[in-house]
């Protein structure tokens, strides 16, 4: 019998979708004939074009994947694609995608909003690359910031002498010893398993350490604080609390004590990181409290070996001797610890669990009362929203953000095959949107009640999008506890926010700075990235621009002390923009304000030319200086203040010292409304003869801007 090979047919079920700003996906499935011959490689080609004139290709070499994705592609033009297949005997024949094409973009093309943060950035290997290169070129950075070259065997002389001296001085320090059991006052408790093993000491209780016997009756923002630290453990010994940001000086020492208990913790069990904080601390009627802190160290290979006074027990043993021991009353501090230990356990890991990639719909409910904000969450997946899957893409296109926008189902499109594309995304959001209302036991007329959170699509990763849906306004300030019993799984947790969501992004730019910072030439800062310090102060403390020629500073804090900014900004000769930017009109600190002003406007620098002060300020002193800075062209001030501090004669006393001045800006601002929009004039204003006027003869711009 004779066979006669021949080429295989045209794949089949070829289908695109819009991955990115971009890119787009091809996917398809085998023939259905190879016609004698195993397929062994498929050709993916596309073009701008229907005809495919302009035709670009690629080769899949492999006959067992069956994606592709076609990248670098001009945003909002339409890509038409075909795909064949290939056996021994060449290339069969094409079959065109359904739809035959796609518009690559996304959801930020309809908003004009660019990303901002970088989520894949990984900080810690670019930072190890830093200083490899630096060790790598001999140089190393003294106490007092200079550089220096040391050889190889003197700094290793001095390591070893200074490992030396610190072995000596530790035989002479407290070593931290680990509680008995929890009497009066507040106790650092540590849970850590490893697999059916958890660790305890030699008298079988868990490790803990105490933390103060004396402590106020609210802990929960001094809890807060500490749940941030949790994060940072590797920094811990560097952490000190602010006084200023604590509500009381008992508040300030309570956390240092805090600190230090961590720390004790950290040397008796050998490890850095002891976990999560359970998002609730434990109170007993006697007055103890215990912060319980997490951790799974099932990964971790050194858990073989146990720390000194301490040891691994199999968790079922440990169990046991607790229901037999007797120091346990009922409803002590560590009696509830012992009863919620398999559902604290059970937290800790659901908290470790995330969603797969792709794009979801999820569903934010909040409760809201005086002192807190609560958000119900999966209690299996306590990390997420509520939400259910639409589908494995997580990109939304500009024609699917669009439609979101509008939510009208009769809005037709341009051609067909936009109408296929979005009509699947219509069918699959409306199926996964019903999905999550089944989950919730919410009735179908919920949804239509419902309102899209449509400023952004919540992009957790690249690969993991969110849709969120809100919940009706009547429904925030309900404060009880779902009671249907089909929500016994969702529970609300509350909402913390922190300024330390961006210390890793803070300490990677520190780091790099120390050894690039004379390479910065423009620096462009806003102090509200961060809750309660500033990122301004941070940089300027700690680096040195030597050659920086471009500086804009936006919202500056009111707690922000300048003392460092206002030396380094003195004594730039390379300054050429000088920008301050207070959208929101607040003042910066009072004890800066005045020796801030004098220094920029009298800046001695020869390359300064544009100068901007848009902060809120009387100038009643700006008569004292005998002139402003003579390089300065272009001059932006904002003067505030009540009447008759600020009236048309602060205008005169600026006029008066911008001799070359060419662009100038003023804005008035007084505290009470300018009766019938009119600028008030001052009663003492002395008379003013045309010989006493000020000239500009250098004046090619004024710009009076009345703010009220």
């Known amino acids: 019998m004779n066979f006669t090979l021949d080429v295989p047919s045209a794949p089949t079920n070829v289908h695109l979708v819009v991955t990115g700003s971009d890119n787009i996906t091809v996917t398809f499935d085998e023939p259905l004939r190879s016609n004698g011959a195993m397929i062994i490689k498929y050709k993916i080609e596309w073009s701008t074009d229907e005809f495919f004139t302009n035709l670009s290709s690629d080769v899949i070499k492999s006959c067992f994947l069956r994606e592709y994705i076609i990248r670098n592609l001009t945003v909002g033009q339409k890509c038409y694609v075909r795909v064949s297949a290939s056996n021994m005997k060449g290339f069969g024949e094409t079959n065109v995608a359904n739809p035959p094409y796609c518009t690559p973009s996304n959801w930020r093309e309809f908003s004009k909003t660019s990303r901002t943060n970088i989520c894949d950035l990984r900080f810690e290997e670019i930072q190890n690359k830093i200083f490899n290169e630096r060790e790598g070129n001999g140089m190393n950075r003294s106490l007092d910031g200079n550089e220096s070259s040391d050889t190889p065997s003197r700094r290793n002389y001095r390591r070893s002498y200074g490992n030396l001296r610190r072995n000596f001085r530790q035989l002479f320090q407290f070593y931290p010893r680990l509680a008995k059991s929890i009497k009066r006052g507040l106790y650092l408790v540590s849970v850590m398993i490893n697999s059916d093993r958890i660790l305890v000491t030699n008298e079988d209780v868990l490790p803990m350490v105490e933390v103060d016997e004396n402590y106020g009756h609210n802990l929960l923002t001094d809890f807060q604080w500490f749940m941030k630290l949790t994060f940072v453990w590797e920094d811990l010994k560097s952490?000190?609390?602010?006084?200023?940001?604590?509500?009381?000086?008992?508040?300030?020492?309570?956390?240092?004590?805090?600190v230090q208990a961590a720390i004790e913790l950290q040397t008796l069990e050998e490890i850095n990181n002891l976990g999560r904080l359970h998002h609730a601390y434990i109170r007993d009627n006697e007055g103890n409290v215990a912060f319980v802190l997490i951790n799974d160290l099932s990964s971790d290979t050194r858990t073989n070996v146990s720390p000194s006074n301490l040891k691994w027990m199999a968790m079922t043993k440990f169990f046991e001797l607790m229901k037999e021991s007797s120091s346990l009353t009922t409803n002590s501090c560590l009696q509830q610890i012992i009863d919620k230990l398999p559902d604290m356990i059970d937290s800790y890991h659901a908290s470790m669990r995330s969603l797969d990639p792709g794009l979801y719909v999820a569903y934010l409910k909040m409760q809201n009362s005086v002192d807190s904000i609560r958000v119900m969450v999966n209690k299996h997946m306590p990390g997420s929203l509520p939400c259910t899957k639409i589908r494995s893409v997580a990109n939304v296109s500009k024609e699917e953000w669009k439609w979101l926008h509008t939510n009208n189902n009769e809005n037709s499109s341009e051609d067909e095959s936009l109408d296929n594309s979005l009509e699947l995304f219509k069918t699959q959001f409306f199926d996964a949107a019903k999905q999550l209302f089944v989950m919730l036991d919410l009735p179908e007329t919920h949804f239509s009640n419902s309102r899209i959170y449509d400023s952004q699509v919540v992009e957790i990763r690249d690969d993991l999008s969110l849709i969120i849906l809100m919940s009706t306004a009547d429904e925030v300030n309900i404060l009880s506890s779902p009671s249907n019993h089909s929500l016994a799984s969702f529970i609300y947790l509350p909402v913390y926010i922190f300024e330390r969501t961006l210390s890793s992004s803070n300490r990677f730019l520190s780091s790099h700075l120390t050894f690039h910072e004379h390479q910065v030439i423009s620096i462009k800062i806003s102090d509200t990235i961060r809750d309660h310090s500033s990122i301004i102060s941070l940089l300027f403390n700690r680096h040195k621009f030597s050659n920086l020629k471009s500086c804009k500073l936006l919202s500056i804090n009111s707690m922000t002390r300048l003392c460092n900014i206002i030396k380094q900004i003195e004594s730039l000769n390379t300054l050429v923009i000088f920008q301050i930017v207070q959208p929101d009109r607040p003042d910066l600190n009072k004890n800066d304000n005045d020796e801030f002003t004098r220094?920029?406007?009298?800046?001695?620098?020869?390359?300064?030319?544009?100068?901007?002060?848009r902060y809120p300020y009387h100038y009643l002193n700006i008569s004292n200086y005998t002139s402003i800075a003579s390089n300065i062209i272009s001059l932006t001030l904002r003067i505030a203040g009540s009447y008759p501090t600020v009236s048309i004669d602060s205008v005169l006393r600026v006029f008066c010292l911008c001799h070359k001045i060419r662009y100038l800006c003023i804005i008035l601002y007084n505290d009470k409304r300018f009766k019938n929009n009119n600028i008030n004039v001052s009663n003492d204003l002395s008379p003013m003869n045309e010989n006493s006027l000020p000239i500009l003869s250098q004046l090619t711009s004024f710009a009076l801007i009345i703010d009220t």
């Open 599 to 613: 220094m920029i406007l009298t800046h001695k620098s020869s390359s300064l030319r544009s100068v901007m002060l």
């Open 239 to 258: 952490v000190r609390p602010n006084l200023e940001r604590c509500s009381s000086a008992t508040s300030f020492y309570l956390r240092m004590k805090i």
